[in-house]
Protein backbone atom coordinates (compact mmCIF):
# COMPACT_ATOMS: atom_id res chain seq x y z
CA UNK A 1 0.00 0.00 0.00
CA UNK A 2 1.28 3.12 -0.94
CA UNK A 3 1.41 6.03 1.95
CA UNK A 4 0.37 9.40 1.04
CA UNK A 5 1.36 12.77 2.65
CA UNK A 6 -1.85 14.90 3.46
CA UNK A 7 -2.51 17.60 0.88
CA UNK A 8 -2.03 20.47 3.25
CA UNK A 9 1.83 19.05 4.12
CA UNK A 10 3.10 20.48 0.58
CA UNK A 11 6.09 20.51 2.23
CA UNK A 12 6.23 17.19 1.98
CA UNK A 13 6.54 16.57 -1.65
CA UNK A 14 9.93 17.47 -0.81
CA UNK A 15 10.42 14.68 1.68
CA UNK A 16 12.24 12.27 0.73
CA UNK A 17 12.22 8.38 0.57
CA UNK A 18 15.39 5.96 0.52
CA UNK A 19 16.57 2.53 -1.65
CA UNK A 20 19.51 0.14 -1.32
CA UNK A 21 22.30 -1.95 -2.48
CA UNK A 22 24.11 -4.70 -0.41
CA UNK A 23 26.88 -3.50 1.42
CA UNK A 24 29.40 -6.17 2.06
CA UNK A 25 30.43 -6.84 5.92
CA UNK A 26 32.83 -9.53 5.07
CA UNK A 27 36.44 -8.30 4.99
CA UNK A 28 38.51 -11.63 5.27
CA UNK A 29 42.74 -10.43 5.50
CA UNK A 30 44.07 -11.95 2.26
CA UNK A 31 47.46 -11.79 4.91
CA UNK A 32 46.71 -15.19 6.34
CA UNK A 33 46.39 -17.06 2.51
CA UNK A 34 49.71 -15.26 1.72
CA UNK A 35 51.65 -16.31 4.28
CA UNK A 36 50.08 -19.80 4.01
CA UNK A 37 51.99 -19.46 0.72
CA UNK A 38 55.41 -18.19 1.95
CA UNK A 39 55.09 -14.43 1.15
CA UNK A 40 56.82 -12.10 3.45
CA UNK A 41 54.57 -9.55 4.44
CA UNK A 42 56.97 -6.60 3.44
CA UNK A 43 56.23 -7.89 -0.45
CA UNK A 44 53.91 -5.92 -2.65
CA UNK A 45 51.09 -8.42 -2.91
CA UNK A 46 51.13 -8.25 1.22
CA UNK A 47 51.18 -4.77 1.11
CA UNK A 48 47.96 -4.40 -1.12
CA UNK A 49 46.03 -7.00 0.22
CA UNK A 50 47.04 -5.08 4.24
CA UNK A 51 45.85 -1.44 2.28
CA UNK A 52 42.77 -3.23 0.74
CA UNK A 53 41.70 -4.81 4.05
CA UNK A 54 42.35 -1.26 5.94
CA UNK A 55 40.42 0.01 3.22
CA UNK A 56 37.04 -2.85 3.19
CA UNK A 57 37.01 -2.19 7.13
CA UNK A 58 36.42 1.59 6.68
CA UNK A 59 34.13 1.15 3.88
CA UNK A 60 32.38 -1.07 6.42
CA UNK A 61 32.01 1.10 9.04
CA UNK A 62 31.27 3.62 6.87
CA UNK A 63 28.06 2.07 5.73
CA UNK A 64 27.60 0.78 9.58
CA UNK A 65 27.30 3.99 10.07
CA UNK A 66 25.03 4.97 7.44
CA UNK A 67 22.62 2.95 8.48
CA UNK A 68 22.35 3.33 12.09
CA UNK A 69 22.16 7.09 10.70
CA UNK A 70 18.75 5.83 8.66
CA UNK A 71 17.26 4.16 11.82
CA UNK A 72 17.56 7.08 14.50
CA UNK A 73 15.55 8.65 11.62
CA UNK A 74 13.12 5.68 10.49
CA UNK A 75 9.52 4.74 11.92
CA UNK A 76 10.02 2.06 13.67
CA UNK A 77 6.80 0.01 12.71
CA UNK A 78 7.22 0.86 8.83
CA UNK A 79 11.00 0.99 8.57
CA UNK A 80 10.67 3.68 6.46
CA UNK A 81 11.69 7.42 7.26
CA UNK A 82 8.14 9.48 6.90
CA UNK A 83 7.37 12.91 6.55
CA UNK A 84 7.91 13.12 10.10
CA UNK A 85 11.38 11.52 9.90
CA UNK A 86 12.35 13.71 6.84
CA UNK A 87 11.28 17.00 9.27
CA UNK A 88 13.58 15.81 11.90
CA UNK A 89 16.03 15.56 9.47
CA UNK A 90 16.28 18.71 8.18
CA UNK A 91 15.95 20.50 11.50
CA UNK A 92 18.97 18.37 12.43
CA UNK A 93 20.83 19.52 9.43
CA UNK A 94 19.05 23.48 10.23
CA UNK A 95 17.50 23.41 6.34
CA UNK A 96 14.06 23.86 5.50
CA UNK A 97 12.12 21.04 4.95
CA UNK A 98 10.56 23.01 1.83
CA UNK A 99 14.47 23.64 0.38
CA UNK A 100 14.90 22.78 -3.02
CA UNK A 101 18.18 21.01 -1.83
CA UNK A 102 15.86 18.60 0.18
CA UNK A 103 14.24 17.51 -3.20
CA UNK A 104 17.79 17.41 -4.67
CA UNK A 105 18.88 14.83 -1.77
CA UNK A 106 15.45 12.93 -2.87
CA UNK A 107 17.30 12.83 -6.30
CA UNK A 108 20.11 11.60 -5.60
CA UNK A 109 18.48 8.81 -3.68
CA UNK A 110 16.46 8.01 -6.22
CA UNK A 111 13.82 7.93 -3.68
CA UNK A 112 10.29 7.00 -5.54
CA UNK A 113 7.50 7.45 -2.73
CA UNK A 114 7.05 10.81 -1.99
CA UNK A 115 7.57 11.83 1.71
CA UNK A 116 9.73 8.77 2.41
CA UNK A 117 13.04 6.85 2.30
CA UNK A 118 13.16 3.44 2.32
CA UNK A 119 16.96 1.64 3.61
CA UNK A 120 17.97 1.33 0.08
CA UNK A 121 17.83 4.79 -1.01
CA UNK A 122 19.10 6.16 1.98
CA UNK A 123 22.24 3.60 1.36
CA UNK A 124 22.32 4.88 -2.39
CA UNK A 125 22.36 8.56 -1.49
CA UNK A 126 24.85 8.83 1.44
CA UNK A 127 27.06 6.57 0.25
CA UNK A 128 27.40 8.54 -2.62
CA UNK A 129 27.71 11.71 -0.94
CA UNK A 130 30.72 10.29 1.68
CA UNK A 131 28.11 11.06 4.42
CA UNK A 132 27.48 8.84 7.38
CA UNK A 133 27.11 11.75 10.51
CA UNK A 134 24.12 14.57 9.83
CA UNK A 135 27.44 17.10 9.89
CA UNK A 136 28.89 15.29 6.58
CA UNK A 137 25.20 15.45 5.00
CA UNK A 138 25.00 19.06 5.49
CA UNK A 139 27.91 20.06 4.56
CA UNK A 140 27.73 17.89 1.28
CA UNK A 141 24.47 19.68 0.10
CA UNK A 142 26.17 22.54 -1.59
CA UNK A 143 28.16 20.46 -3.95
CA UNK A 144 24.92 18.72 -4.49
CA UNK A 145 23.16 21.37 -5.52
CA UNK A 146 26.30 21.89 -8.09
CA UNK A 147 25.82 19.17 -9.12
CA UNK A 148 22.22 18.86 -10.06
CA UNK A 149 22.66 22.29 -11.81
CA UNK A 150 24.79 21.14 -13.96
CA UNK A 151 23.19 20.62 -17.74
CA UNK A 152 23.85 17.28 -17.95
CA UNK A 153 21.88 16.59 -14.66
CA UNK A 154 19.37 19.44 -14.32
CA UNK A 155 16.94 18.11 -17.33
CA UNK A 156 16.60 14.71 -15.16
CA UNK A 157 15.98 16.46 -12.26
CA UNK A 158 13.49 18.62 -13.36
CA UNK A 159 11.86 15.70 -14.88
CA UNK A 160 12.38 13.86 -11.48
CA UNK A 161 10.81 16.42 -9.59
CA UNK A 162 7.59 16.20 -11.52
CA UNK A 163 7.08 12.31 -11.37
CA UNK A 164 8.19 12.25 -7.35
CA UNK A 165 5.01 14.90 -6.87
CA UNK A 166 2.66 11.87 -8.52
CA UNK A 167 1.68 10.41 -5.40
CA UNK A 168 -1.26 8.11 -6.70
CA UNK A 169 -1.47 4.86 -8.53
CA UNK A 170 -1.81 5.51 -12.49
CA UNK A 171 -1.52 9.11 -11.79
CA UNK A 172 -0.13 11.16 -14.87
CA UNK A 173 -0.67 14.86 -14.05
CA UNK A 174 -0.41 17.43 -10.89
CA UNK A 175 -2.95 19.95 -10.19
CA UNK A 176 -2.27 23.86 -11.46
CA UNK A 177 -1.78 24.83 -7.77
CA UNK A 178 0.81 22.31 -6.84
CA UNK A 179 2.49 23.00 -10.31
CA UNK A 180 3.02 26.89 -9.42
CA UNK A 181 4.71 25.64 -6.05
CA UNK A 182 6.93 22.87 -7.69
CA UNK A 183 7.79 24.94 -10.88
CA UNK A 184 8.89 28.25 -8.26
CA UNK A 185 10.89 25.76 -6.29
CA UNK A 186 13.02 24.09 -8.90
CA UNK A 187 12.97 26.56 -11.69
CA UNK A 188 12.71 29.86 -9.86
CA UNK A 189 15.96 30.47 -9.81
CA UNK A 190 17.25 29.47 -13.58
CA UNK A 191 14.54 31.56 -15.23
CA UNK A 192 12.67 34.05 -12.80
CA UNK A 193 11.20 35.99 -15.82
CA UNK A 194 9.49 33.02 -16.98
CA UNK A 195 8.38 31.29 -14.00
CA UNK A 196 6.77 34.65 -12.62
CA UNK A 197 4.95 35.00 -15.49
CA UNK A 198 3.95 31.13 -16.22
CA UNK A 199 2.79 30.97 -12.67
CA UNK A 200 0.61 34.07 -12.82
CA UNK A 201 -1.03 32.98 -16.19
CA UNK A 202 -1.83 29.33 -14.64
CA UNK A 203 -3.36 30.92 -11.92
CA UNK A 204 -5.70 33.27 -14.01
CA UNK A 205 -6.42 30.64 -16.82
CA UNK A 206 -9.53 28.92 -16.82
CA UNK A 207 -8.46 26.08 -19.54
CA UNK A 208 -6.63 23.70 -17.63
CA UNK A 209 -6.95 22.15 -14.19
CA UNK A 210 -3.85 20.11 -14.05
CA UNK A 211 -0.64 19.60 -15.34
CA UNK A 212 0.94 16.25 -17.35
CA UNK A 213 4.86 15.64 -17.80
CA UNK A 214 4.39 16.47 -21.39
CA UNK A 215 3.45 20.45 -20.71
CA UNK A 216 5.88 20.17 -17.93
CA UNK A 217 9.24 18.94 -19.82
CA UNK A 218 7.63 21.40 -22.53
CA UNK A 219 8.01 24.46 -20.53
CA UNK A 220 11.24 23.30 -19.31
CA UNK A 221 12.36 23.52 -23.34
CA UNK A 222 10.57 26.73 -23.89
CA UNK A 223 12.96 28.67 -21.20
CA UNK A 224 15.81 26.90 -22.60
CA UNK A 225 14.95 27.75 -26.17
CA UNK A 226 12.82 31.02 -26.54
CA UNK A 227 13.77 34.90 -26.13
CA UNK A 228 11.46 36.19 -22.97
CA UNK A 229 9.22 37.98 -23.35
CA UNK A 230 9.61 39.27 -26.78
CA UNK A 231 8.94 35.52 -28.02
CA UNK A 232 11.31 36.72 -31.30
CA UNK A 233 11.97 32.70 -32.35
CA UNK A 234 9.00 30.91 -31.07
CA UNK A 235 6.76 29.26 -33.79
CA UNK A 236 3.52 28.37 -32.75
CA UNK A 237 3.93 25.52 -35.97
CA UNK A 238 6.20 23.77 -34.29
CA UNK A 239 5.59 21.09 -32.38
CA UNK A 240 4.73 23.30 -28.52
CA UNK A 241 2.24 21.89 -25.84
CA UNK A 242 -0.81 24.16 -26.46
CA UNK A 243 -0.64 25.53 -23.17
CA UNK A 244 2.57 27.11 -24.29
CA UNK A 245 0.72 29.24 -27.35
CA UNK A 246 -1.86 29.78 -25.03
CA UNK A 247 0.68 31.59 -22.65
CA UNK A 248 2.70 33.38 -25.59
CA UNK A 249 -0.88 34.83 -26.90
CA UNK A 250 -1.61 35.79 -22.77
CA UNK A 251 1.84 37.68 -22.42
CA UNK A 252 1.20 39.34 -25.77
CA UNK A 253 -2.01 40.44 -25.38
CA UNK A 254 -0.46 41.91 -22.14
CA UNK A 255 1.93 43.95 -23.47
CA UNK A 256 -0.69 45.47 -25.99
Not at 116 to 121: Q, R, S
Not at 124 to 148: C, F, I
Not at 169 to 183: G, T
Amino acid sequence: PRHHPQPQQFGAFLLLSISSFRVDFFSKMRRSAAKKTGQSNSTPNAAADLFRSASSKASSKESERIDSLFYSYANGSTGLIDPEGIETLCADMEVDHTDVRVLMLAWKMKAEEQGYFTLDEWRRGLKALRADTVSKLKKALPDLEKEVRRPSNFADFYSYAFQYCLTEEKQKSIDIESICELLTLVLGSTFPAQVSSFVEYLKTQNDYKVINMDQWMGFFRFCNEISFPTFNDYDPELAWPLILDNFVDWVQEKQK
